[in-house]
Each structure stands twice: as structure tokens, then as C-alpha cells.
């Protein structure tokens, strides 16, 4: 069975603090992604990650890095917590196919509030 | 730009009425895949299908059933007989291929679904 697990489902961090969100899927998947959803924008993309130690931007990483060390594993770091951060967190992976057809499997979510 | 667009923000139903999810999409490409996500409260996005652009057969699972048409750019999602638990978001996405060759999914803003017993 597929499985992506979140190292928190709830956080509560102070302005300026540096954010750790921690991804580890079993599947032995090559992709993983960080998305960020807000109201009444549905899901953006952050960052993703198609192999170990590489990493691409994806539509809104301003503010955000990742790290991808292990296959299994990928982090999200917010190296200086802002209020405009504060958001649902949701990681994904999914195996490297030819074309287009991955499907990406999620995490439960991380709702991650910043005062 | 590829674009997914789902106009309908929420919709309220009665238990075992049947419901239509609108999803409005754009793209250049020739090749591309569709997906439906449902998302319940407990915040976790649950696959629920995925459509290549070549294969515009209806597709029908239980209670669930998706109408693809090219013509129309549209992948819409109907729930027949709604259930309580069926009350969730419902995201449409469309996947894109970045210039590296590496799949990216483009969302929909989400429909929320509220099914009252």
C-alpha cells in the first residue's frame, strides 16, 4: 500500500524561527514534491525532487529550500518563518514513468501556523 | 500557460442526490494526462483516477463516474446517489512536462462538496 507520512500534522512557530517539514514515503519512488494550499488557490507547487541530492523550483519557493539526502526522504526548510507562511503543507512522490503519466501520490498535510 | 479551472467553489447537496463536478481545462499539449483528487477532512489528498488525453471512453467506478470531452476541454466528476462521506474537496489537475522532461501537476482551485444526511 502506498505510503507518504508527514513528520507533524500540526506546528506552531514564532516569526523568524527556521522550519523543519519532514516527507518519507516507502514506495521507493524517484519524485517527490512539497505543495503549499491555500484558500481559494487549491495547490502550488514549492519544490520538487527527481533524485537524490537534486532539486528544482517549482512555481513559489521564494523564502523555502529543500534537501533531499536519502530517496525516502525530503525536506522542506523555512530558513526564517514569516506570517504570510502560514499555510497547509502537503508533501507527494511518484515513481519515474515515461511521458507524463505519474501519478503522485500525498502525505496528510502539515498545517503549519506562524505567529 | 496550462490552466485548470474549477468554477464551481462549493456545493451543498441532500443525501442520495446525484452531483456533477465541473473541470475546465487548457493546454497546449498534445499528450497529457487528467486526475481527480478527493480531499476529506482529515487533510490527506486520496488519488481517484487518472485519464490520458487519448482515451475519451466514459469511465464509471460505483458510485463514481467521469465524463472526458476533448471538444469541450472538460473532465467533469459525478457522484451518483451522494453519500455523507462523500463530503470533501474535490481537486482537478492536469499534468504538464517541464522543459527538464519531469511531470508537474497543475491544480484547480477545489469544489467543496457538503452532502447533508
Known amino acids: 500500500d502506498v505510503k507518504v507520512t508527514q513528520s507533524s500534522r500540526y506546528l506552531v512557530k514564532r516569526t523568524g524561527e527556521k522550519v523543519f517539514l519532514e516527507c518519507v514515503q516507502d514506495m521507493d519512488h524517484e519524485n517527490m514534491f512539497w505543495y503549499r494550499q491555500d484558500p481559494g488557490l487549491g495547490l502550488r507547487l514549492i519544490y520538487f525532487s527527481y533524485d537524490v541530492k537534486m532539486k528544482e523550483k517549482g512555481d513559489i519557493p521564494e523564502g523555502y529550500s529543500v534537501s533531499r539526502e536519502k530517496k525516502e526522504r525530503f525536506s522542506l526548510i523555512l530558513e526564517s518563518a514569516s506570517t504570510n507562511q502560514t499555510s497547509m503543507y502537503l508533501c507527494?512522490?511518484?515513481?519515474?514513468?515515461?511521458?507524463?503519466?505519474?501519478?503522485?501520490?500525498f502525505g496528510p498535510g502539515t498545517r503549519l501556523l506562524v505567529l | 500557460a496550462q490552466k485548470v479551472t474549477q468554477a464551481q467553489t462549493e456545493i451543498s447537496v441532500v443525501e442520495k442526490e446525484d452531483v456533477t463536478l465541473d473541470c475546465v481545462y487548457e493546454?497546449?499539449?498534445?499528450?497529457?494526462?487528467l486526475f481527480w483528487y478527493k480531499q476529506p477532512p482529515s487533510g490527506e489528498l486520496v488519488f481517484l483516477i487518472r485519464r490520458n488525453s487519448f482515451d475519451e471512453q466514459n469511465e464509471i467506478s460505483g458510485r463514481y463516474s467521469w465524463n472526458f470531452q476533448k471538444s469541450t476541454s472538460s473532465f467533469n466528476f459525478t457522484i451518483t446517489a451522494s453519500q455523507v462521506v462523500d463530503s470533501a474537496v474535490y481537486f482537478c489537475?492536469?499534468?504538464?512536462?517541464?522543459?527538464?522532461?519531469?511531470?508537474?501537476?497543475?491544480f484547480g482551485t477545489g469544489t467543496r462538496l457538503l452532502v447533508s444526511p
Open positions: 489537475a492536469l499534468s504538464e512536462a517541464e522543459n527538464t522532461g519531469f511531470q508537474k501537476l497543475v
Open positions: 507527494a512522490s511518484s515513481p519515474r514513468m515515461p511521458g507524463q503519466k505519474e501519478t503522485q501520490y
Open positions: 493546454t497546449r499539449d498534445t499528450t497529457y494526462y
